[in-house]
């Protein structure tokens, strides 16, 4: 792996190196950490997350020109193990149902963005980066415990910096307590890891990875966060017990960062209420949570549709997850090998709980979900059995790598908290920081031995200084008319969704398609009814566009404005069809039950 001779090569590598890590600096430190009013946030899904983005797009382009000017290529060997997974998550797109693909592109950008991330990483690989780039991470996580610290405690009233400071929950920058108290996890983690590689461990040191352990065990409590405060006291303590059984800890300092870990995890929330309304409940995670279809202040409504939102009046200890889980299962084992279809899970998940509450009245159910709350169980239902293959690839790479010794079992461990959250919630749809913090532990377990280095030919070399160009432009332009067109779409919310000239403002509806097209025929239909009359041509519009949504984006309010406008122009097989359907995936909808039984009237007169 010897660099091409002569000093040019070599300053080369110097200044790409520190240009590499000031990226990763601005994305962990600066970037993720930009927060303000949004439509939701997801981390795969390209629109969201802008900013930080941005930065690791930069940071590939840092990469690209790194090869460029070196020509020289590093690869490690367990690549082809993660690129072998690939092929099994996206092989099923040959034969299943591709209907909704182009609705999900968005997402598979996300992951090939990721896997482009990952190949940038490698081509700075060494002791010395891998150390900096859990340094850097352990920053970041430190940076959103002091956040959450001062959201608690010291801010009670929303502000332009503290935009949800008034629901009484920390949860840093992040939109979901669960996401922001597993990234703190990871902190914990991280502190961990940094002791292990301390040759001194001075009191200093010690007392503040255990003070640090402990505030985010009590953020955890704080913020209210269910699964992931159970994944950060699960990871914490078994990366203990890992590191004493090694050796790399003495008992009395497993003890002290035990205790740190217990007592800020099991001390009550009550014992430190300092919010001026003891009343404020934090809110669940459910409802901190902004999917990529609404969120708190921008949520779809069609017009003179009061909110409704359907619930199940039994609870349970475990939440919704029995119902999720035994409701997906069946869903896979219905279509074990081609799956649903990507794109699908949303309509079918309520088709197939609709059935599922038929049977149990009394199960909890959910009524809002794009995701089984389990990674490898999501692809498996879209996709079929195949993507399973590529999971247990995975795992059977990090086994053998670990064993052969081109993977720091260690490092690796680090990202446990990620790997628990998305067996149970799905992190790395919410934030962009999470998915690209466990590619960067990937990564820094990445041992030096399993580097392959490959000489680039000199023509290529010229060829990948414009394509790296090129590709950071498209990136670039792409990202910041998203991030226009979310400015106009919070205005046209601000203006109580009435100034129709925000939204023909957006240049680039594509990353926002779904809610683009429902303002906009929320605002036709708005104006039509003021008027007293409504356009036959635009409300066949809405016809057309309600009958497409509803197969891959079935809102319940969707689902009522449609038959509703079926009804109005007299349809009625349509208009019955669709109304079995929406009531057996929404069967509390109060809207639905009048209609059916106004449907009903009108059948029976015809008869």
């Given at each position: 792996?010897?660099?091409?001779?002569?000093?040019?090569?070599?300053?080369?590598?110097?200044?790409?190196?520190?240009m590499?890590?000031?990226?990763?600096?601005?994305?962990?430190?600066?970037?993720?950490?930009?927060?303000?009013?949004?439509?939701?946030?997801?981390?795969?899904?390209?629109?969201?997350?802008?900013?930080?983005?941005?930065?690791?797009?930069l940071?590939?382009?840092?990469?690209?020109?790194?090869?460029?000017?070196?020509?020289k290529f590093?690869?490690?060997?367990s690549?082809?193990?993660?690129?072998?997974?690939?092929?099994?998550?996206?092989?099923?797109?040959?034969?299943?149902?591709?209907?909704?693909?182009?609705?999900?592109?968005?997402r598979?950008?996300?992951?090939?963005?990721?896997?482009?991330?990952?190949?940038?990483?490698?081509?700075?690989?060494?002791?010395?980066f891998?150390?900096?780039?859990?340094w850097?991470l352990?920053?970041?996580?430190?940076?959103?415990?002091?956040?959450?610290?001062?959201?608690?405690?010291?801010?009670?009233?929303?502000?332009?910096?503290f935009?949800?400071?008034a629901?009484?929950?920390?949860?840093?920058?992040?939109?979901?307590?669960?996401?922001f108290?597993?990234?703190?996890?990871?902190?914990?983690?991280l502190?961990?890891?940094?002791v292990?590689?301390?040759?001194?461990?001075?009191?200093?040191?010690?007392?503040?990875?255990?003070?640090?352990?402990?505030?985010?065990?009590?953020?955890?409590?704080?913020?209210?966060?269910?699964?992931a405060?159970?994944?950060?006291?699960?990871?914490?303590?078994?990366?203990?017990?890992?590191?004493?059984?090694?050796q790399?800890?003495?008992?009395?300092?497993?003890?002290?960062?035990?205790?740190?870990?217990?007592?800020g995890?099991?001390?009550?929330?009550?014992?430190?209420?300092?919010?001026?309304?003891?009343?404020?409940?934090?809110a669940?995670?459910?409802?901190?949570?902004?999917?990529?279809?609404n969120?708190?202040?921008?949520?779809?409504?069609?017009?003179?549709?009061?909110?409704?939102?359907?619930?199940?009046?039994?609870d349970?200890?475990?939440?919704?997850?029995?119902?999720?889980?035994?409701?997906?299962?069946?869903?896979?084992?219905?279509k074990?090998?081609?799956?649903?279809?990507?794109?699908?899970?949303?309509?079918?998940?309520?088709?197939?709980?609709?059935?599922?509450?038929k049977?149990?009245?009394a199960?909890?159910?959910?009524?809002?979900?794009?995701?089984?709350?389990?990674?490898p169980?999501?692809?498996?239902?879209?996709?079929?059995a195949?993507?399973?293959v590529?999971f247990?690839l995975?795992?059977s790479?990090?086994?053998?790598?670990?064993?052969?010794?081109?993977?720091?079992?260690?490092?690796?461990?680090?990202?446990?908290?990620?790997?628990l959250?998305?067996?149970?919630?799905?992190?790395?749809?919410?934030?962009?920081?999470?998915?690209?913090?466990?590619?960067?532990?990937?990564?820094?377990?990445?041992?030096?031995?399993g580097?392959?280095?490959f000489?680039?030919?000199?023509?290529?070399?010229?060829?990948i200084?414009?394509?790296?160009?090129?590709?950071?432009?498209?990136?670039?332009?792409?990202?910041?008319?998203?991030?226009?067109?979310?400015?106009?779409?919070?205005?046209?919310n601000?203006?109580?969704?009435?100034?129709?000239?925000?939204?023909?403002?957006?240049?680039?509806?594509?990353?926002?398609?779904?809610?683009y097209?429902?303002?906009?025929?929320?605002w036709?239909?708005?104006?039509?009814?003021?008027?007293?009359?409504?356009?036959?041509?635009?409300?066949?519009?809405?016809?057309?566009?309600?009958?497409?949504?509803?197969?891959?984006?079935?809102?319940?309010?969707?689902?009522e404005?449609?038959?509703?406008?079926?009804?109005?122009?007299?349809?009625?097989?349509?208009?019955?069809?669709?109304l079995?359907?929406?009531?057996?995936?929404?069967?509390?909808?109060e809207?639905l039950?009048?209609?059916?039984?106004?449907?009903?009237?009108m059948?029976?007169?015809?008869?």
């Open positions: 792996m010897n660099a091409p001779a002569g000093k040019y090569s070599e300053k080369a590598e110097r200044i790409t190196w520190w590499g890590i000031v990226c990763l600096v601005i994305l962990f430190w600066v970037a993720m950490n930009y927060t303000s009013r949004n439509m939701g946030g997801s981390g795969v899904q390209v629109p969201y997350n802008t900013f930080a983005w941005l930065a690791a797009s940071f590939v382009l840092v990469a690209l020109v790194r090869v460029f000017l070196v020509r590093l690869l490690h060997t690549t082809m193990y993660y690129a072998g997974a690939l092929v099994c998550f996206f092989l099923p797109l040959i034969y299943s149902d591709r209907l909704f693909l182009d609705v999900e592109m968005l598979i950008i996300g992951m090939l963005s990721g896997l482009l991330f990952f190949v940038a990483l490698q081509q700075f690989v060494g002791a010395r891998n150390s900096y780039l859990l850097i352990l920053a970041s996580t430190a940076i959103q415990t002091v956040w959450g610290l001062v959201q608690y405690y010291f801010i009670f009233e929303s502000s332009r910096l935009w949800s400071a629901q009484g929950s920390p949860y840093g920058v992040f939109q979901q307590v669960n996401v108290t597993v990234y703190l996890a990871l902190g914990s983690m502190s961990l890891w940094g292990s590689r301390s040759r001194v461990r001075s009191k200093w040191l010690l007392s503040s990875v255990a003070i640090l352990i402990f505030a985010n065990a009590h953020l955890a409590v704080l913020s209210g966060a269910d699964t405060r159970f994944v950060g006291l699960v990871s914490v303590l078994s990366y203990l017990v890992y590191l004493r059984a090694g790399t800890l003495s008992t009395n300092f497993t003890i002290l960062f035990a205790v740190a870990l217990c007592f995890s099991f001390t009550p929330k009550t014992f430190f209420d300092v919010r001026p309304d003891s009343r404020l409940e934090v669940s995670a459910s409802q901190l949570a902004s999917s990529s279809i969120d708190s202040k921008t949520s779809y409504r069609l017009i003179d549709t009061a909110p409704t939102k359907s619930t199940n009046p039994t349970s200890a475990l939440g919704t997850r029995p119902t999720i889980y035994a409701v997906s299962l069946a869903m896979f084992l219905d074990p090998l081609t799956g649903h279809g990507i794109g699908s899970f949303r309509k079918q998940y309520l088709l197939y709980q609709g059935e599922y509450l049977r149990h009245p199960a909890p159910a959910e009524f809002n979900l794009s995701h089984p709350h389990n990674e169980l999501y692809w498996m239902v879209e996709l079929g195949l993507p399973l590529g247990l995975v795992l790479a990090w086994f053998f790598s670990v064993r052969l010794g081109t993977l720091d079992l260690t490092t690796l461990l680090v990202g446990l908290p990620l790997v959250q998305s067996l149970l919630e799905l992190p790395f749809y919410h934030s962009v920081a999470h998915y690209l913090s466990f590619v960067i532990i990937l990564v820094a377990s990445m041992s030096i031995g580097l392959k280095s000489s680039v030919p000199r023509w290529f070399a010229l060829f200084g414009p394509l790296a160009l090129w590709l950071a432009s498209k990136a670039w332009v792409f990202l910041l008319s998203t991030y226009y067109a979310l400015l106009m779409f919070l205005l046209f601000a203006s109580g969704r009435e100034n129709v000239n925000y939204l023909l403002e957006v240049n680039n509806p594509s990353a926002f398609k779904l809610r097209e429902f303002e906009l025929f929320q036709q239909l708005r104006r039509a009814r003021e008027k007293g009359e409504i356009d036959l041509e635009q409300l066949n519009g809405y016809l057309r566009w309600a009958f497409s949504t509803v197969q891959y984006a079935p809102m319940q309010t969707t689902y404005n449609f038959v509703a406008s079926l009804v109005l122009i007299n349809n009625q097989v349509p208009a019955r069809r669709y079995d359907e929406g009531l057996l995936m929404y069967p509390n909808s809207k039950r009048a209609f059916d039984r106004q449907l009903s009237v059948e029976a007169a015809d008869e």
